[in-house]
């Protein structure tokens, strides 16, 4: 069971919007500390896709949008692309655990 | 463009220590302000951070790995190692080095580059 809490599994078609949340709590993202998003595409490292909550690395594009609220974060893919297709990892730091950083479990996008 | 490789023994017996190295290249890990990470991978437990260190040799651990845990640097080779002792089945993962970096306006590390990943497996 994973500190941070992500759906396993999210789908959509083609161009459409689908979004990922990742639950924490009140030691983690509800205290403050930014929300970082990786893809991992099959047999690849992870990719950071978002960090401090909304910020995209440059290469990144602008249909992937990050948000923050609470103890919640989520990640909007806007105009899906069959490309899109992967597993997506939210990143925290937990100050309950002693200067630990935590993922959450993972989501799995399918383009239909 | 900072690269990272990790390199050692894919095939590890129980009890045993699993080492690794991650070898930079296109920076100097002795320069800047960066966490030198290791994360790992297993099936069961998805991404886990195992521990860094930092550009000055202070270290951070997973407090659940803490016990059994090192991370060293050699700035000479421009490499960084993990050391894992008394292994078991639960090891099993594909193990990660990374590059952390806390930037101003941010609160926390995020890992911006990652090497390929090598798996290692514990078992007789």
């Known amino acids: 069971q994973s500190v941070l809490t992500q759906p396993p599994s999210v789908s959509g078609a083609p161009g459409q919007r689908v979004t990922i949340s990742c639950t924490g709590s009140?030691?983690?993202?509800?205290?403050?500390?930014?929300v970082h998003w990786y893809q991992q595409l099959p047999g690849t490292a992870p990719k950071l896709l978002i960090y401090?909550?909304?910020n995209r690395p440059s290469g990144v594009p602008d249909r992937f949008s990050g948000s923050k609220s609470g103890t919640s974060a989520s990640l909007a893919i806007t105009g899906l692309h069959s490309e899109d297709e992967a597993d997506y990892y939210c990143?925290?730091?937990?100050?309950?655990?002693?200067?630990?950083?935590?993922f959450g479990g993972g989501t799995k996008v399918t383009v239909l | 463009q900072v690269q990272l490789q990790e390199s050692g023994p894919g095939l590890v017996n129980p009890s045993e220590t699993l080492s690794l190295t991650c070898t930079v290249s296109?920076?100097?890990?002795?320069?800047?302000?960066?966490?030198w990470s290791w994360i790992r991978q297993s099936a069961g437990k998805g991404l886990e951070y195992i521990g860094r260190?930092?550009?000055?040799?202070?270290?951070n651990y997973n407090p659940s790995l803490k016990s059994r845990v090192a991370i060293s640097m050699d700035t000479s080779e421009n490499q960084f190692s993990l050391k894992l002792s008394s292994v078991t089945a639960a090891d099993t993962a594909v193990y990660y080095c990374?590059?952390?970096?806390?930037?101003?306006?941010?609160?926390?590390?995020?890992?911006?580059?990652w090497g390929q990943g090598t798996l290692v497996t514990v078992s007789s």
């Open positions: 990374a590059r952390g970096i806390l930037e101003m306006g941010v609160t926390g590390i995020y890992f911006d580059y």
């Open positions: 296109g920076g100097s890990i002795s320069s800047g302000s960066f966490y």
């Open positions: 260190i930092y550009t000055s040799g202070s270290t």
């Open positions: 009140n030691s983690n993202i509800g205290a403050g500390y930014d």
């Open positions: 401090g909550n909304t």
């Open positions: 990143l925290s730091h937990d100050s309950s655990l002693n200067g630990n950083y935590v």
